[in-house]
């Protein structure tokens, strides 16, 4: 069975740093790309970042810059590191393997 859980969201400043990860359970890790994506209230879910199974990685240009995605493969887990947050990174985050999703992390940033 694959689940996904995301964590490390939270309300920030302007400016300010997060770090989110995604535990991400079951055999499917190794060889499948891991996708951060975001949906802010009132639009569509959108891709962040992505990180291949071999660790190529792809960022929205609306990121490019200031976030980084990784993989530990040794321990199944996901990070996304948020720099120099501005108000429209607002959001719920989820974590995407295949068909899989995670219930989402809220990511607040104030002005």
């Known amino acids: 069975q694959v689940q996904l859980v995301e964590s490390g969201g939270g309300l920030v400043q302007a400016g300010g740093s997060l770090r989110l990860s995604c535990a991400v359970s079951?055999?499917?890790?190794?060889?499948?790309?891991i996708t951060w994506y975001r949906q802010a209230p009132g639009k569509q879910r959108s891709l962040v970042a992505v990180?291949?199974?071999?660790?190529?990685?792809n960022y929205a240009d609306s990121v490019k810059g200031r976030f980084t995605i990784s993989r530990d493969n040794a321990k199944n887990m996901v990070y996304l590191q948020m720099n120099s947050l501005k108000p429209e990174d607002t959001g719920a985050y989820y974590c995407?393997?295949?068909?899989?999703w995670g219930q989402g992390t809220q990511v607040t940033v104030s002005s």
């Open positions: 995407n393997c295949n068909s899989y």
């Open positions: 990180i291949t199974s071999g660790g190529s990685t």
């Open positions: 079951g055999s499917i890790f190794r060889f499948n790309a």
